[in-house]
């Protein structure tokens, strides 16, 4: 069974920083972050490979920071200068096949059970 867990999440004022941290029990090609958006739909923030190459969506670009710690199996998310909208559930992913890491969910096969970030204006 794939365990991930995810960790970091609080409720911040609009400017502020937060750091995100999952835990993988090994270590994975393709990890990244997602946020519960509207309906339900589970939206990209960021995907890191095992090579380091990263990728963002546009709204985080400046902003977050995807990273690992490979020797720990530990994915982070650096949050600065939070907004108002950036308020979710995030969860971190995973999948072991080859290929662009993209922030596509839907190529995902692993999911953790997601921290809350709220972000107060």
């Known amino acids: 069974q794939v365990m991930l867990v995810e960790s970091g999440g609080g409720s911040v004022q609009a400017g502020g920083s937060l750091r995100l941290a999952c835990e993988a029990a090994q270590p994975w090609y393709c990890m990244g972050w997602f946020r519960q958006g509207e309906h339900n739909i589970r939206e990209g923030v960021a995907a890191?490979?095992?090579?380091?190459?990263?990728a963002y969506e546009n709204s985080v670009k400046g902003r977050f920071t995807i990273s690992k710690d490979n020797a720990k199996n530990m994915l982070y998310l650096q949050m600065n200068n939070l907004k108002p909208e950036d308020s979710s559930m995030y969860y971190c992913a995973v999948r072991d096949s080859t290929g662009s890491c993209t922030t596509q969910a839907a190529a995902y096969d692993y999911w953790g059970q997601g921290t809350q970030v709220t972000v107060s204006s």
């Open positions: 890191i490979d095992s090579n380091g190459y990263t």
